[in-house]
């Protein structure tokens, strides 16, 4: 404990990182349950940190059940201490493409999104109580009157020139300098990327692709025609670039495009350094293949600054960065974007082929909240509410789930990845768990065929009894499974 | 003159009957340059109808410049009559598939739409004063309100089902009796389109559609590595229905799917009868081809009824319904459905892959307008609007252009085809009108290379002194042309 923490240093916040030196403590078995850990003046003079900061990382530590409060005595390690889940461990899969079948799985599970009985814990939404409504419909209401004529008429490729200043003047937090004619809008990430797909791709070619992997993509690549080349990646540095690189080797020709969600991907939470994207970027610059970059999550890290993206290593236009505000302000609005560098031609055409236009008013209305709306300030208020929700997630995973769990420790986002014991199957898990009203996402779809059966992703957006029900009772689930 | 007009069997308001009355005399000869009509009084007597009506057909016939009045005297047939165009001749094309290639031209007339300073009658845009914007915006922000958290969520298909709802329960009107389960919102037609295409199709395959027809069609089948065949179509009754099956016959097997615009389609503004739908619906049937139905003119009839759409006469899911709010209501709100019949379950699975979801907050406005906004009455008060408007600009170009000129006589929509002498490359005009401050849309991108290289289409749906004198230039040029 005499080590002070240097604030120059910092990427999460500093009541996080003065809670993360107690459960270390714990880990090592240097405080033990029962142990009094040091007072809150103790601490703060030990650490050189103010009196708050130690009470909200003591409060989060109490919301995380490790430590309790007694009264007129002090904080104490609680009796029963869960078991701490380590990380993943990630399998290597086969180095060789495989056809994407259409998964019934993926159906079932997004076919559970109609069924408003059912606790979703399935799909990555985020929590309605952290976006902004009220402001967005105010804003939606006041740009349409203002921009009267705009609202209603079609916004053709590249886009609402308003919105597109907006994100260029943000791109310098990623490290980017864009311009807004650099930028196409699109209805959505996910339709970003399948224009990147569409203008780089014909049936037949082949996309490289971390796995697992955010499912959707892997549908888009079975609807598109395309194979997928499954990239080991992991819940720390992201995509290996030792794997990516041996397989280009090996598949030489045939990989046509890469697809790697950067920062905080989705299931495992990995986060790229800033040394890794650059040599994704110099490593796909050299074999000619694009990189279609998914930063969906970036914003959402859980310290006060956003990470970089690859597209700042950027130098010859074959980086197409993909990107919306689905995860920050409004799923329902439908407004996302791409720089697609030397692309950007196709992509215009591409979208004017699609569906000519992004809709004009949630165009208006997130252009005027990044304009006026204090961005980084909801951003900063709704990264501490998700690193607080998916710690307690998983520190209640941990507990409730049956011995030989590990789950993701994601330092941004909202979603967690379970793995549990090889013998549970998360499709049985999966069936059973709707039955009780819960609906998850098991481990299959993140993979072709076969892979991650004892995997399951949460969405851990949303914290309340209910849910914390409904870990407990997915714990008692899969520990019944596990007994069989 | 003798003959009263029957109520029980009109198809266009009552006074554009009365007026044709009166053009049809001046056509045969029987009223001439400088002769007085029959006195307001008069004419309502002998037709039986009031005097209000013959006052609005007068005042028709004033605008269109046939008519002129004299004060103290009454109402004359002017002096210079404008040559009345006939109907365009449409050429037989090749009966074999053809690959669309990449349309240079397109592009242009695409990016024309950036520049404010030119005079638009390039594409077919509705006119924005024809456009409940206001009523729109109110619903807009009310809605949004009203359904707080839905606003911002995924509307994920098949879409909002309040909105749904509205649009099975308007199928009524047009033969049908869609229920809302049948529907899947999209984001605008041009969407619907391509999600049928990508939902029966693979590359290499064969659609059958009409020509000439909506350019952008030719460019989504280009996009989409498919070939084009060409079945004539007709400005009177649409797709011709014998060379549609002798075009399946001789390319047995090829044809995969079959694109018609059913109603006053574009550009020519043909419309099917009752039995030619039905015709249509059962000859494609018999070949197991399924028809993508676009009825996006289908609301902008200028008659007081709307017409059928082919899908009412669909007994087995064969036919696939598509329209949009985009030409009555809001071309920026980007809400359009389709009706998929037995590919309902491949369209939703489209929609999601390709965007998620089409944005929420317009669905909801859309959806409370059909609901409570009056789009009945609205319809009739633009489609008289696009009636006269149409009319009117086609008689200036009838007397604006060389002699030689035809020009369509649609009876909905907004849009005019004008053709002209075979001498006259529609390319050069366009460029030397674009010198002027004014784009058009050329015949070439109407069809594969090559054919309507004399026509142009024209957007019909403002008038003002300004498109007027840009209709007497492009006439003006067209004879420059024409005399080298």
């Keep these: 404990m005499e080590t002070t923490l240097r604030m120059t240093e910092r990427s999460m916040p500093l009541y996080a990182e003065v809670a993360s030196r107690i459960v270390y403590l714990i880990e090592q078995g240097t ?9 809150i003046r103790e601490l703060s003079r030990q650490l050189q940190v103010s009196i708050n900061t130690v009470k909200e990382a003591y409060s989060q530590l109490e919301d995380r059940r490790l430590l309790e409060a007694r009264p007129q005595s002090g904080y104490y390690v609680r009796a029963h201490l869960p078991e701490l889940p380590a990380e993943p461990v990630v399998r290597k899969p086969a180095l060789k493409p495989t056809e994407v079948n259409l998964c019934d799985v993926y159906q079932m599970v997004m076919n559970d999104l109609h069924d408003p009985d059912l606790l979703q814990l399935g799909v990555a939404f985020p929590n309605p109580d952290l976006l902004p409504i009220d402001k967005l419909n105010r804003m939606l209401a006041s740009e349409s009157r203002r921009f009267r004529v705009q609202s209603v008429s079609y916004e053709i490729p590249p886009g609402c020139e308003r919105l597109r200043k907006q994100i260029a003047r943000r791109s310098l937090q990623t490290g980017c300098a864009l311009s ?5 809008i699109t209805s959505g990430c996910v339709e970003a ?3 990147a797909l569409r203008a780089i791709c014909k049936p037949g070619d082949t996309v490289a692709i971390e796995t697992p992997v955010y499912f959707n993509f892997l549908q888009v690549i079975e609807d598109l025609g395309l194979k997928a080349l499954e990239i080991p990646t992991s819940a720390q540095g992201g995509i290996s670039l030792d794997a990516l690189e041996y397989a280009l080797e090996k598949n030489a020709g045939q990989v046509k495009v890469c697809i790697v969600l950067s920062n905080f991907n989705n299931p ?13 970027v110099e490593l796909l610059e050299r074999y000619q293949i694009p990189l279609i970059e998914d930063d969906i999550y970036g914003d959402l890290s859980h310290s006060d600054n956003r990470p970089s993206v690859a597209k700042s290593f950027d130098k010859t236009g074959n980086v197409l960065l993909c990107s919306s505000f689905s995860k920050t302000l409004a799923p329902g ?12 031609k196709q992509i215009e055409r591409g979208k004017l082929l699609s569906n000519v236009a992004t809709a004009s008013p949630p165009q208006l209305a997130i252009a005027e909240f990044l304009a006026t709306g204090g961005y980084d300030h909801h951003l900063r208020s709704i990264r501490r509410a998700y690193a607080r929700q998916v710690m307690i ?11 030989g769990t590990r789950v993701s420790r994601p330092k941004g986002g909202f979603v967690l990845w379970v793995e549990m014991a090889a013998e549970i199957d998360a499709l049985k898990l999966y069936e059973q768990a709707r039955e009780e009203g819960i609906t998850i996402a098991p481990g ?25 029900m409904a870990i407990e009772t997915l714990g008692r689930l899969a520990a019944r499974l596990l007994a069989r």
């Design 333 to 344: 609005y439908r407004v996302g974007w791409i720089a697609a560098g030397r692309f950007q």
């Design 31 to 39: 405080l033990r349950p029962g142990d009094r850990v040091p007072s």
């Design 444 to 468: 299959q779809i993140f993979s072709l065929e076969g892979k991650y059966r004892n995997c399951i992703r949460l969405n851990a957006a949303c914290w309340n009894p209910r849910i914390e």
């Design 193 to 195: 990327v399948v224009l």
């Design 268 to 280: 495992l939470g990995g986060l790229m350094s800033d040394a890794a994207k650059r040599q994704l």
């Design 180 to 184: 807004p004619d650099e930028i196409v």
């Design 393 to 403: 997630m998983g520190d209640t995973v941990g507990r409730a789930f049956p011995a």
